[in-house]
């Protein structure tokens, strides 16, 4: 829970102010941007993670689920996108970095959920149009995705439980990913479609092992993400 994951933040040094948040409405999302810099004096980053999914093809998946991914993913990303800006602009070395893929427009990535690929790759638009939109600003935009699938909740549950997860990396691998990123100049690196191993690569490591699931794991035999 965010609650947990805030336990786990302060344990470590950190500090945090677990918000439970819904971002499809605007109220929820002002504020909880409101709380969080009335408590740290300002906003310098913007993760847009949150996502839905349904892999259902166009006959079988429900107009709920449709709504639903593109008011989390797309409205979302752009929705918190939108009110973080004002605070964003102030900071020194402001980020928004958004979990979503590269831009392949290739049928193989629609033809089997277009809804979903639709949802996702609108987050990676709101990166091609805004990191352009506010470049002269500073703020940089973003997109990081995994070369691999990586063992999370969604994975496990809808992907294709635990024999992909026992073939994925750790969520390490992409918070290690985009530390790196968010440690550099906003105003130079911006408008990039992020791969978690290239941007690791970049930072001069070239072993794996320590994100694999299953230790004994030949890393070819690790699945690949959708949209690689």
């Known amino acids: ?63 709920k689920s449709y709504d ?56 990676s638009m709101c990166v091609l149009g805004m990191s352009e939109e506010f470049r002269s600003k500073g703020i940089a935009f973003n997109a990081l995705w995994p070369r691999t699938t990586i063992a999370t909740a969604a994975v496990a549950n809808i992907v294709g439980g635990d024999p992909v997860i026992q073939r994925s990396r750790t969520p390490e691998i992409m918070a290690d990913a985009a530390h790196a990123i968010l440690n550099y100049n906003s105003a130079e690196f911006t408008g990039n479609f992020c791969i978690d191993e290239d941007i690791l690569i970049s930072e001069g490591i070239i072993d794996f092992s320590k994100y694999l699931v299953d230790p004994n794991l030949d890393e070819q035999h690790l699945f690949p993400d959708f949209f690689i």
């Open 68 to 123: 639903l991914m593109h008011d989390i993913n797309t409205r979302g990303t752009f929705l918190c996108s939108k009110l973080a800006m004002p605070y964003l602009l102030e900071s020194e070395n402001p980020h928004v970095l958004n979990i979503s893929p590269p831009l392949n427009m290739e049928s193989r990535w629609f033809q089997s959920h277009v809804a979903y690929t639709m949802a996702k790759f609108g987050m």
């Open 1 to 63: 829970t965010v609650y947990t994951a805030a336990d786990e933040v302060r344990a470590a040094g950190g500090d945090a102010l677990p918000i439970v948040v819904d971002i499809r409405f605007e109220d929820q999302v002002e504020r909880a941007i409101s709380e969080t810099v009335e408590t740290f004096g300002g906003i310098d980053i913007l993760v847009n993670n949150a996502s839905a999914i349904n892999l259902s093809g166009t006959r079988s998946v429900t107009m």
